[in-house]
């Protein structure tokens, strides 16, 4: 009998019950709407555990080196990479934009060789400011590093000192010379020119440097560039070419003009290797990216796991001739591994 | 019971029939879209200017008399179609370079692409101009050069070629042959271990630009794997493959060794374009600059822009830098040269716009430079020569936008006007496109120079609109919730009734009648010669009878499960003969007007109404006939019990519950009672009761606005009573 009594009462309650959960349903189901949307998307956007490595552009041996060295280290540390850059080395513009989407997409770390000195600092700050552990490679930004920045270089005074010496050694201490290639946007690239130059001076006083030609991210430039400064100076002895491009257009351009047993030519960077091998190339300073790339996922390792991490690295280049080509050590840094089943 | 119960489970299994039929409908297309073959074979001939399933990754694209053209030097770009879940297939196609210096074809098996050289995750099988191979490789985001072949005579720009790539397992073949003469084909091949086993399809140019025609995706057999390997010569197995055996490979379109490009030789007078403007008409005059827009060709130095005729110019790609040589004809914000001669000087010098303001653009200071500017859209006008007009806004300053559509018309009609857009393109004064009606117009080179920054405000007409049909259609599903929920409630309480009269009868009723079966006992018993006694227990015995009756009515009158679905008349009617049971009562029953089912509330309360003056008359007036009429009017609804018992005088009636409760509920219905009786002549209980009209459904806004006005009034009423003039 009391059971059939609490039946009617039970029948009321869970009606009641009911139309409370209903009510309380219709109302909670529009914020957790919103915030399973949002948490959804937060875990799209997380990218935990991946490295952003973010060249000056891809699709060039001196950053495809660095690639595979920063694979390396994150196949070590456990880690991943997300490897993209802009088509072009002076799009600025779209530098800045993957650095920012990036640092919104939530990645562990990030890696960047700026375009641009200047221009990065927003960008770069801005994911510092998210706590993105941050390493320049390359060539350094217009601010000094510290907590979560630091800085890979490549030794730019000793390049700069490679290449000078070189160049005293070919010309016995006396000679004409010119450096093309020179671009204000790569801080390494003006610290390279200032480093040949006060050694070149201190070194070898009888060589004199007849010009000096800034250079852009263009070879058939490059290469119209080399080829007036040819044209002007027809006693010049050696050619120093700065960068990649540089080193390629003065290449084409002694080409062209028959002169590249004449004129000997000392580039930077590597891109153009080969013609070391017949002597048309003189030598080619490098610097070791591979290893680059590698110290930097290792440090950002270490910056994620809270050990403390040296500010600025300086990695030393290499200085490749003929003679050497071939050494272990060149082909470690040149040769890459790109076997299809890595 | 059982019809309730029946519905109530009709219900749920109609909404879990239909749950289910949505998730399995559901499942179905997404296993539809998965499908490897799903959409195939797949056919673009690009001859309807139509292309609205490619997306474009960097480049320039336009469609150009039924070929996909990309007009830009950048290194890879893309434009990519398909399923990322086609797998085996066979993709064919026509491909042309644009330029002497790179390589242009198609990926294949591609996924996750984003803007990049190598930015994508697939094969690529291209023709490269640099040392005149057929290539093929694999990209994840980076470039892994599998085979490649020498082509027998060399590659040649401009020149169409026959691409047919068959992706089958871990097996890609390459075929390659000039249409001109389709039998000398060149192939390649490779397998590979750990291979990319499904994705898109694309094309992609390396530095020379490109076109593409008749691009045809169909399903791959093993035949069609067997017959393409038969044109390669020696195909190998490519997972062994390692570079250190060569010089690496970076980028498919990577240079090789040994560059040597013949430059045209610099012109001993170059002029800086800005100084054309005060250049004597007719003047010949070269300049130097880069390709900022081919069609109408645009040249652009570090000085200004300038426009450029000629009756048959070189082909020159968007980022050459080129030499021209012509005529001068100053305007006075556009100077074009005429009679042009264009050569090209070198490629992959492309000009980055200027950010300017439309103030800027109207002063005629960057006319006919590469400029970017945002503005708000107004209007899209579709103009001759399959092209759009945009009509824009920036700071008060209109202008207008023109694009050649091509490939643009999917990429620009999901914009929405009053969106804030960025846009890029050639700032032109010149007449003959502003018509003097604007400062200037903007010409874009492509669909993707056009890029939304925020969408229109949400406040337009549209989105108030749906706000609105949403907010409705929110109500209408609380409105039926509520009489739900109300539903339910009734339910509840008429089954607490049930119960209750269960209750009574198996423990009130039986009881009663066992303690009258034990009194007539003992009545029986005690001897006859005991008067007081007799008397006593006759009166105990009508007692418990009258007690007994009652407790059956009560349980008659809680009792109206067996009367669900029934009308109000009936139930009433039922009701009254199951009290007069063995009364000799008449009961008579009669309905009229449009009867029509009542809202729950109202029929139950009329019931109970009724029900009390059938128990009344049963109880006190002795009748020998019960009459119950119900009258539906267009607005209300009339019951009527009548009875020709003994009555009653007006007034002078117990203080019973019985009136009181009918006079009660007929207030809660917002009815009207009319009790009529006197002493002899019997009595009738009348109540008249309005009839809530159903609302149809485009008459709730009026009711809620109804109601919005009443509520409104009696809080007016209120302010105005409690701050009166004596307030103030």
């Given at each position: ?54 060249p000056r552009?891809?699709?060039m041996s001196l950053w495809?080196a660095a690639?595979?060295g ?43 060789s ?23 490679l390359g060539s ?12 890979i270089l490549n030794d730019e005074?000793e390049a700069?000192?490679l ?23 790569i801080?390494g690239v003006?610290?390279r ?49 700065v960068t990649a ?22 580039g930077f960077d590597q891109d ?12 080619v300073v490098i610097e070791d990216t591979y290893d680059m790339g ?20 300086k990695v030393s280049p290499r200085l490749v ?12 840094i040149l ?8 | ?728």
């Amino acid at each position: 009998m009391i059971v059939r009594s609490n039946k009617g009462s039970a029948v009321r309650q869970f009606c009641s019950t009911k139309l409370r959960l209903y009510w309380i349903c219709l109302a909670l189901s529009v914020p957790l709407t919103f915030m399973l949307s949002g948490l959804l998307a937060g875990c799209k956007a997380r990218h935990a555990g991946v490295i952003a490595f973010i060249p000056r552009t891809t699709g060039m041996s001196l950053w495809e080196a660095a690639h595979a060295g920063a694979e390396a280290a994150a196949a070590s540390a456990h880690l991943s990479t997300y490897w993209n850059a802009p088509t072009r080395e002076d799009d600025i513009n779209s530098q800045i934009a993957l650095v920012n989407r990036v640092i919104d997409a939530g990645y562990s770390g990030l890696i960047l060789s700026p375009d641009q000195p200047l221009a990065l600092i927003t960008p770069v700050r801005r994911g510092l400011a998210k706590g993105i552990p941050t390493v320049i490679l390359g060539s350094p930004l217009a601010m000094p590093p510290g907590g979560k920045l630091s800085y890979i270089l490549n030794d730019e005074n000793e390049a700069g000192s490679l290449a000078a010496m070189r160049i005293g050694e070919l010309l016995h201490g006396k000679g004409t010379i010119a450096i093309v290639g020179i671009n204000f946007d790569i801080i390494g690239v003006v610290d390279r020119v200032r480093s040949f130059e006060a050694v070149l001076s201190r070194r070898f006083p009888g060589i004199t440097i007849a010009e000096k030609r800034t250079g852009s991210f263009n070879i058939p430039y490059e290469q119209q560039a080399t080829e007036e400064l040819l044209m002007v100076h027809h006693n010049l002895d050696a050619i120093v070419a700065v960068t990649a491009d540089a080193t390629r257009g003065s290449y084409a351009a002694l080409d062209e003009l028959h002169r590249l047993h004449r004129v000997r030519l000392i580039g930077f960077d590597q891109d153009l290797i080969q013609p070391i091998e017949t002597g048309d190339l003189d030598s080619v300073v490098i610097e070791d990216t591979y290893d680059m790339g590698y110290r930097a996922v290792e440090l950002l390792s270490d910056q994620i796991h809270g050990k403390a991490v040296p500010a600025l690295i300086k990695v030393s280049p290499r200085l490749v001739t003929k003679s050497n080509l071939a050494s272990p050590e060149i082909q470690r840094i040149l040769a890459l591994d790109s076997e299809w089943n890595r | 019971m059982i019809t309730r119960h029946f519905s109530k489970s009709g219900l749920i299994i109609l909404a879990f029939g239909l749950a289910i039929a949505a998730a399995v409908s559901g499942i179905c297309w997404v296993i539809y879209l998965h499908y490897p073959q799903y959409r195939l074979p797949y056919h673009d001939g690009f001859a309807a200017n139509i292309a609205d399933e490619w997306k474009a990754f960097g480049g320039t694209w336009s469609i150009v008399d039924g070929t996909m053209q990309n007009d830009s030097d950048e290194r890879g770009a893309k434009l990519m179609a398909g399923s990322t879940h086609w797998e085996d297939y066979v993709l064919s196609g026509d491909v042309k370079l644009l330029g002497t210096d790179g390589d242009a074809g198609f990926i294949v098996r591609s996924s996750n692409e984003e803007k990049g050289v190598d930015s994508y995750s697939g094969y690529y099988a291209g023709l490269r101009t640099r040392d005149n191979r057929l290539v093929l490789g694999r990209a994840m985001y980076d470039w892994k050069e599998g085979q490649s072949v020498a082509i027998p005579g060399g590659m040649r720009a401009f020149q169409w070629y026959h691409l047919q790539i068959v992706a089958f397992g871990c097996t890609i073949v390459v075929s390659a042959a000039p249409t001109s003469t389709p039998g000398s084909f060149t192939a390649v091949s490779l397998s590979d271990k750990n291979c990319i086993r499904s994705g898109r399809i694309g094309l992609r140019s390396y530095s020379s630009g490109g076109a593409w025609k008749d691009v045809r995706v169909r399903v791959a057999t093993e035949d069609d794997l067997r017959d393409a390997l038969v044109r390669v010569p020696a195909h190998r197995d490519s997972s062994g493959l390692k570079s250190k055996t060569d010089l690496p490979y970076f980028g498919s379109g990577s240079r090789p060794s040994t560059t040597n490009l013949p430059l045209p030789a610099p012109a001993s007078s170059v002029q800086a374009i800005s100084s054309l403007s005060l250049a004597a008409p007719q003047t010949r005059v070269t300049v130097r600059g880069v390709v900022i827009l081919t069609k109408p060709l645009y040249v652009q130095d570090s000085t200004g822009g300038v426009a450029v005729n000629g009756k048959s110019l070189a082909p020159v790609k968007i980022g050459e830098e080129v030499q021209v040589t012509g005529n001068v004809l100053p305007g006075y914000y556009s100077t074009h040269l005429q009679n042009s001669t264009v050569n090209a000087l070198w490629s992959h010098t492309p000009v980055p716009p200027v950010s300017i303001t439309s103030a800027q653009a109207a002063s005629g200071a960057f006319d006919s430079m590469f400029i970017e500017l945002e503005g708000s859209l107004r209007h899209k006008t579709p103009a001759p020569d399959n092209s759009l007009v945009l009509d824009l806004e920036s700071d008060q300053q209109p202008f207008q936008a023109i694009v050649n559509l091509r490939r643009g018309d999917h990429l620009l009609q999901d914009v929405e006007q009053n969106s804030t857009v960025r846009l890029r393109g050639i700032c032109v004064s010149d007449p003959q496109y502003t018509h003097q009606r604007f400062p200037f117009v903007l010409l874009m080179r492509s669909a993707d120079d056009l890029e939304v920054l925020s969408g229109p405000p949400w406040w337009n007409t549209r989105h108030v609109v749906l706000l609105s049909a949403v907010s409705f259609i929110l109500i209408l599903v609380a409105h039926y919730m509520q009489n739900r929920v109300e539903h339910w409630r009734w339910r509840t309480i008429l089954e607490e009734r049930e119960n209750l009269a269960h209750e009574i009868h198996d423990t009130l009723a039986q009881s009663f009648a066992g303690l009258g079966f034990q009194l007539e006992a003992i009545r029986d018993r005690v001897p006859a010669d005991i008067p007081v006694v007799h008397e006593q227990l006759d009166l105990a015995c009508d007692l418990v009878r009258r007690s007994h009756q009652e407790a059956r009515r009560s349980i008659v009158a809680l009792r109206r499960d067996s009367d669900t679905g029934m009308d109000l008349l009936t139930t009433l009617e039922r009701c009254a003969r199951k009290m007069v049971d063995r009364c000799g009562v008449v009961v008579s029953a009669i309905q009229s007007g449009n009867v029509r089912v009542l809202p729950a509330a109202l029929s139950d309360a009329l019931f109970r109404i009724g029900q009390e003056a059938i128990a009344n008359s049963v109880r006190h007036a002795q009748p020998t006939r019960i009459s119950i009429a119900i009258n539906y009017n267009d607005s209300d609804v009339q019951l009527t019990v009548e009875d020709n018992g003994i009555g009653f005088e007006i007034g002078h009636e117990s203080a019973g519950f019985g009136l009181q409760g009918i006079q009660r509920r007929t207030r809660v219905i917002s009815g009207v009672a009319q009790i009529t009786s006197s002493p002899g002549a019997g009595t009738r209980v009348t109540v008249t009761a309005p009839v809530p009209r159903s609302r149809r459904w485009f008459e709730w806004p009026f009711t809620l606005w109804q109601t919005y006005w009443r509520y409104r009034s009696y809080a007016q009423a209120r302010k105005q009573m409690y701050s009166g003039p004596d307030r103030g």
